[in-house]
């Protein structure tokens, strides 16, 4: 709420509305920054009320599970109609948000990788562990299903098939009869779509995580990918396609700060050198906002060992929240 | 976090955080709901810390625009470390969740159709104006563009294409030589996508609000659709498309109880009498997850006065951030 008048008057003017629910006021003293009041109620209820000088006017209510809904909006109706009528309707914006859940058994904020409080409709922890990489954790979302989530990102969801459709060439590409090379990947969600193209042959690198390690046309090494390329490369193997599904672009350092960009360089590097003159080579970026770290990235591409060019695509993940960057890189 | 110990002794512990932020102290009397202790800094920061008997500790921080991010990020993060060496690591969950900003000049917080909080990436006001119909609000965001937004609803976004190519049958209808009749859509975006398919003619009843009301193959009635239909169907006049983007379910209340309902009804009746045997009409139903309102809409299309049929589709509308329910609607 936004208000030009005196605070104090103003705010003084709400008291009726906490005796009223029992509630035991304390004024505090804010060294000039504003009047702030807190209340404690009955049930745990705990309230701050705070006016700023340059008019913005805060209501913070906390609740104890179990706490009356009803009786909680009626709270804060009264509230809003009190203060409309103390300043006779003299607001510029009014805005009500929903309740933040905290200490509940399910985890709903799952903050964007540009960093936006997003809450999603979890409603069940399937799975959770740390293994010695990172933590995992695969929670159920009402919309999107199960969903993937890696030391706090959200990697992958039930309802992402844009992810796997856009990172393997967005349907532009013609599989049949080729040879293909998927890094990481353990969900297993590009290994499904590729073997129903009819490729060649599917290589993948990840962990033991599949059901089976082998099918008509693919075979899972259990390895780490760089010593596999380094291998490839040497004997000289070649893919029409490979797919980097290993990690997102970094976001926070700069190339010479971080060693996730060394890793990000040597992959593609060696990449390059087992695609053929005429293979692409595919991977996500990141958020499409994070518009200094894909530069980042791009500026990387020029420093390869082998000149490469690239087009990029903007795609909307459903479980994501935000807009992605999906790079394709072929030689030049 | 959580924490199972004594919870005034531990609290206590990080009173030394607070005293080198020269933060002035409070303890409330909860009434037996846990430990609550409020604290003054300088700049008009307050913090809440509150431990239930449940364990459950959160620590709530108000800072002011302009306050010092870096040392804020400091002070939580000392109080994580004091926390964590406290309890000996003895601490099921830590989580912190991005800052919501208040009174800020562009609002970034459009909860979702189902009462999720998600924060946009707003930056700049286009336009607002409230109309004798509703608020009205055009707001920029980095990834989406600008969004319409109607009493406090997201409409559609530059990057929703997806909306308007699931509002007119998902690519699976051939538009060419056909007519068309779009109920509201004064957006544009429906208009501007039909066009380009090479219907005979599209009739659209919707506020002035287009450049041009008439074209090569459309002609805009400004007008309320109800006396067109109503206009329409005496004529005997017939459509090979009804395309109504007027309004999404109603969520919060039955269908006896609330008019929007009733009218939702009435162009469902009307606008199957103007479509031809062979027709579709098309129209959004909500978000996947108010199951309840779009139960109580299929059960009204048991009601029209012609039997009629229906399927659904789910899409991600990007700007949305929650997934879509489209109709597609014919004569049994």
Chains 1, 2 share one sequence.
Not at 140 to 149: D, E, T, W
Not at 216 to 236: H, I, N, Q, S
Request: proline share 3%; with cysteine; aromatic share 8%.
């Amino acid at each position: 709420m936004l208000l030009r008048t005196d605070l104090p008057a103003t705010m003084q003017g709400l008291q009726s509305i906490f005796q009223e629910q029992e509630m035991t006021e304390t004024i505090h003293d804010t060294e000039g920054h504003g009047y702030l009041v807190t209340f404690i109620g009955k049930n745990g209820r705990f309230g701050v009320l705070r006016a700023h000088s340059h008019g913005l006017v805060t209501f913070d209510l906390q609740c104890c599970e179990g706490d009356d809904v009803a009786q909680v909006d009626n709270l804060l109706n009264e509230l809003e109609k009190k203060m409309k009528s103390l300043l006779h309707g003299n607001i510029k914006r009014i805005k009500r948000l929903p309740a933040l859940r905290r200490g509940d058994e399910v985890d709903r904020y799952w903050p964007t990788a540009d960093g936006r409080l997003v809450e999603y409709d979890i409603d069940k922890v399937v799975y959770e562990e740390d293994s010695v990489y990172q933590n995992i954790k695969i929670l159920h979302s009402q919309q999107f299903g199960n969903i993937l989530i890696l030391n706090g990102d959200v990697n992958l969801a039930e309802s992402d098939l844009a992810y796997t459709q856009a990172i393997m060439g967005s349907g532009k590409e013609n599989y049949a009869g080729k040879e293909v090379l998927i890094l990481g990947g353990g969900d297993g969600g590009i290994l499904c779509e590729a073997v129903k193209l009819k490729p060649k042959m599917i290589t993948m690198t990840c962990g033991n995580v599949l059901d089976s390690l082998t099918g008509d046309c693919y075979e899972v090494l259990v390895e780490d990918c760089v010593p596999v390329l380094k291998r490839f490369a040497e004997e000289g193997r070649t893919f029409d396609y490979v797919i980097n599904d290993l990690t997102a672009v970094p976001i926070s350092t700069a190339p010479e700060e971080d060693s996730t960009w060394e890793f990000l360089t040597l992959i593609l590097d060696l990449s390059i050198k087992v695609l053929r003159p005429t293979g692409k080579y595919f991977t996500q970026g990141n958020c499409v906002n994070l518009t200094e770290a894909l530069s980042q990235y791009e500026e990387q591409l020029g420093t390869l060992s082998c000149r490469v060019d690239f087009s990029k695509e903007v795609v909307c993940v459903p479980s994501y929240m935000e807009l992605w960057v999906f790079y394709t890189i072929w030689k030049k």
